[in-house]
């Protein structure tokens, strides 16, 4: 079971809670553009907080196959035989290297990040190649 960490939940919380103490700020002086830009920054950053208190257990493993958060906080449980490809799409930008779990069902493409499993993605695609097999 790979999940997104509380830290990061947490701190997306925060956030977001900044940015609506920003726009109270700016409504209170007359700063009609800052309010603009904090208050979908607020909702934004917010609801993925709450999504991830929601729905923090991003992928799952088990006999029949895998769990996958779908929608906003759904779940969609995906048989094995249905599992195209797994794959860790690697890729590097400004001195640093990043990687993407990318899980093909045919109809749909899941994608994770290492903050969406809180692990590597290649060892998590590793764990669901042998769980897979």
Known sequence: MWRVRRELAVFKILGALACA???VYW???????????????????????????????????????????HGFAGKRHVPWE??????VDVSRRWGRRSEILEIDTGD???????????????????ALRRRGT
Do not use: C, Y
């Not at 249905?82 to 794959?87: C, G, S, T, V, Y």
């Open 108 to 126: 749909n493409l899941h994608i994770f990040s290492r903050h969406d499993l809180d692990a590597p993605p290649t060892e998590v695609a590793a």
């Open 82 to 87: 249905a599992i195209r490809d797994i794959k």
């Open 21 to 23: 103490g920003l726009a």
């Open 27 to 69: 409504w209170v002086a007359g700063d009609v553009r800052g309010v603009i830009l904090a208050v979908p920054a607020a909702v934004l950053v917010g609801g993925m907080g709450v999504r991830d208190l929601i729905a923090p257990v991003r992928l799952a493993a088990d006999q029949s196959g895998i769990t996958v958060v």
